[in-house]
């Protein structure tokens, strides 16, 4: 358009010049007079237009211009309108999968499953391994096989949201699964089990300083976060078994966490965490010189078939997560303190442990590495294989085990539906062991009596030294959709449990430290699971 009207001013301009071009000398002064008279009155005339035309072309390229922001600026409105209307879709499909109730949003999860095991070394145990508990050969069910339906890890949740203000949020939330088993709960033909709690906690958040506050039953602080240090967002191995892989450093109990961030990249937490203590007990414990009180039969809203160590301080976790941008890094503090009885006065003796996790996108959205692992003392409990914490000295002092546990693990995203894992798992601890007057004490003594751990019915205390897996898996999603997901996993594990050397038979005669049993047992679980939320 603009080039149009510059061309027809220049046309213009050419037919001014042309005119002067064409004017002929007049013959004679008078009419020569006249004639210039009349030719400047029509030059003036010629101007005038051509000033107007000038003008006009000035106003349309104005015009033209005016359009073309006009044009622009609608662009940019219709394509904020696309944008407003994408994102109000997301958030209408969001709010779709919520309940509403007063101002709060409610958003249940969970999933059903039907899982089958199967052991080569029959434990007795449900979905939940228990592997300080492989047998050793001297255990007739060692040699018997161990096949189970479950239903009982099939979980419910619902997470309850409320915003007080833009900056100030507010949040509970409770997990259940079936894996509780009162004393009735058995296989025979009701199949009766009944639900457990595995979290209720509520939450504030505090946008503006970065404060974040959970009270409740959750995953301890030490537990691997996936980004951040928020709650659901820990990261547990993915297979099948309840119990997950030894090393897996974990407990789910009662405690109160304050978690402080800086721009959701550098994380700073402590929790005042709920504290038991596990004990291993000398089979010569009777003979020790002092014994203490350490535990208390359950009372009021405990199972009168249990017990309950003594513990009078909390444990006591303090974490520092950074996200980078690329992966997520962590480590971990942990403090104990252990308190028994004896003598007519009471006594603490404390322990705890350091810790570290990693996790990497070794392949971005394709392969994924994690590591987690915590050394100390004292820590049994924390780890998946369930070792003790403490075991006893001739004096009456607990003794706290020192141990370390490490878990690291590939998952392979093959597609969006089909996850391929592969992980291995140890945990490991030191003898802590003792003699008193010729009388073997303590956890992992070469004069314990290992002689018959290979002969079924023998004679065997085989106290864990070393348990460790390695695991294979795989997740296939075979319907993802609006009626929610269903998914396939199967999992093949392969667990070993090693003893510390106990007196053994060598020629005829026992010998300390002769004999180291291994227990050995091969896992085999799959599970369908329908997430309908």
């Known amino acids: 358009m603009r080039s149009k009207l510059l061309a027809v001013a220049i046309a213009a301009g050419l037919g001014v010049t042309s005119f002067y071009a064409s004017a002929d000398p007049a013959p004679a002064q008078s009419s020569k007079t006249s004639q210039s008279s009349a030719q400047n009155a029509e030059i003036q005339a010629l101007k005038a237009q051509l000033q107007a035309l000038q003008a006009k072309v000035v106003e349309l390229e104005q015009r033209t211009d005016a359009q073309s922001d006009i044009n622009v600026s ?3 409105a219709v394509e904020q309108v696309q944008k407003t209307q994408v994102a109000t879709t997301e958030q209408i499909k969001k709010s779709s999968d919520r309940i509403a109730y007063k101002g709060v949003n409610i ?40 096949l189970r339906f479950s239903a009982r890890q099939s979980r419910i949740s619902a997470l309850a949201q409320g915003d007080v203000d833009p900056q100030t949020h507010l949040a509970g939330y409770f997990e259940l699964d079936f894996l509780g088993a009162a004393q009735t709960a058995n296989s025979n033909e009701s199949n009766s089990y009944n639900p457990r709690i595995r979290n209720v906690y509520m939450t504030a958040d505090w946008d503006n300083g970065g404060w974040h506050l959970l009270a409740g039953q959750n995953w301890s602080l030490v537990t691997l976060n996936s980004k951040g240090m928020l709650p659901r967002s820990e990261l547990t191995p993915p297979q099948i078994d309840a119990q997950y892989i030894p090393g897996f450093t974990w407990t789910r109990q009662p405690q109160i966490r304050l978690v402080k961030d800086w721009n959701k990249m550098w994380w700073l937490g402590i929790s005042l965490e709920n504290p038991q203590t596990t004990f291993y007990t ?7 010189p002092v014994q203490s009180v350490y535990n208390i039969n359950a009372g009021s809203g405990f199972n ?35 308190y028994n009885r004896y003598n007519g006065s009471n006594q603490d003796t404390f322990g705890g442990g350091v810790g570290i996790g990693v996790i990497l996108p070794v392949i971005e959205k394709q392969l994924d590495w994690q590591f987690s692992g915590l050394s100390g003392k004292g820590i049994g409990r924390y780890g998946s294989a369930q070792m003790a914490d403490v075991t006893f000295s001739p004096n009456g002092n607990l003794a706290p085990i020192k141990e370390n546990m490490m878990l690291t693990g590939l998952t392979w995203h093959a597609n969006s539906d089909i996850d391929v894992y592969a992980f291995a798992g140890r945990e490991q ?105």
């Open 107 to 146: 958003t249940l999860g969970g999933f059903l499953e039907a899982a089958t095991i199967y052991r080569s070394a029959n434990q007795g145990a449900d979905i939940a391994s228990n592997y300080s508990a492989i047998p050793f050969n001297n255990v007739p069910t060692a040699h018997t096989n161990e």
């Open 74 to 76: 609608t662009g940019q």
């Open 304 to 338: 009168s078939a249990n017990t309950l160590s003594l513990n009078h301080i909390p444990d006591v976790v303090v974490k520092l997560a950074v996200d980078p941008g690329f992966g997520h890094y962590e480590l971990v503090g942990l403090g104990r303190a252990f």
């Open 282 to 288: 000398s089979p010569n414990q009777s003979k020790a």
């Open 429 to 533: 601890q030191s003898k802590k062991d003792f003699l008193y007057k010729g009388v073997p004490l303590g956890l992992g003594n070469p004069g314990y009596n290992n002689s018959g751990c290979e002969i079924e019915g023998g004679t065997c205390v085989g106290n864990s030294k070393n348990i460790w897996q390695g695991t294979l898996g795989f997740w296939w999603k075979f319907y993802q959709g609006k009626f929610g997901k269903m998914q396939f996993g199967a999992q093949y594990s392969h667990t070993q449990r090693e003893a510390f050397d106990g007196q053994g038979f060598v020629n005829g005669v026992l010998v300390n430290g002769a004999a180291s049993p291994t227990a050995k047992e091969n896992m085999f679980f799959t599970s369908f699971r329908y997430y309908p939320f």
